[in-house]
């Protein structure tokens, strides 16, 4: 059984631009939620994915937008980057919504 | 608003000694409360959750609804245990609240 996976470990981008980030979920799990952490801080909640719809959402604009694919994989979009999009993203999946989560590994996303 | 607030950034104990990690929420509803820990060059990962009542490497955390508080506890901390750990809330409409952590350090 493998874990959850992410993709790139990281990525340099300028601002303007726009950035996708990939996450593998790990076998069985239907659901996944995404965090951005800056340095210093606690995860905070993007979005979550369930079952390909998106089931709750955190205090994000919508230039930060989502997908879940059948096999419950999901993307990360960021449009329009700016400076402060400079964090570790954090994948997480989980069996079901309110099951433990199980965290992947991290995408650095640099904006310079 | 929801918020977790974990007071300490950083805690030091010597082995052996009782240990504390303070977290405190701010919800009106009915949370779900959860403790994730991360190992130094590991991932982070689920410790414990309110609802199981599970005492997992000896650590223990009660929800106190009257002080808003879910405080990690050990009675007696080992080196092992030297790590970052994140206090977490869930509310009913499934949004994840992070506090911003505390690096616990236990001196040999």
């Known amino acids: 059984e493998t874990g959850v996976t992410q993709s790139p470990t990281h990525l340099i981008k300028t601002r303007g631009q726009q950035v996708t980030l990939r996450c593998s979920s790990q076998?069985?799990?239907?659901?996944v939620s995404w965090y951005q952490q800056a340095l210093g801080q606690g995860p905070q909640f993007i979005f979550q994915?369930?079952?390909?719809?998106?089931?709750g959402r955190g205090n994000f604009p919508p230039r930060f937008s989502g997908l879940q694919f059948p096999n419950y994989s999901s993307e990360l979009n960021v449009n329009a980057l700016e400076l402060d999009d400079s964090a570790l993203y954090l994948c997480?999946?989980?069996?079901?919504?309110?099951?433990?989560?199980?965290f992947g590994p991290g995408t650095r996303l640099t904006v310079l | 608003a929801q918020r977790v607030t974990q007071p300490e950034k950083l805690l030091s104990v010597f082995k052996g000694a009782p240990v504390e990690l303070k977290c405190n929420y701010s919800y009106s509803g009915s949370p779900e409360l959860f403790w994730y820990v991360q190992y130094s060059r590991q991932r982070l990962q689920l410790l414990l959750r309110?609802?199981s009542r599970e005492s997992i490497k000896g650590f223990t955390a009660d929800l106190n609804k009257g002080e808003t508080s879910f405080h990690l506890k050990k009675p007696f901390a080992q080196e092992e245990d030297s790590a970052m750990y994140y206090c977490?809330?869930?509310?009913?409409?499934?949004?994840?609240?992070f506090g911003t952590g505390t690096s616990l350090t236990v001196i040999p």
């Open positions: 977490a809330l869930l509310n009913t409409g499934n949004q994840f609240y």
């Open positions: 997480a999946s989980s069996p079901g919504r309110t099951d433990t989560q199980y």
């Open positions: 994915y369930y079952r390909e719809e998106e089931n």
């Open positions: 309110h609802i």
């Open positions: 076998s069985g799990h239907n659901t």
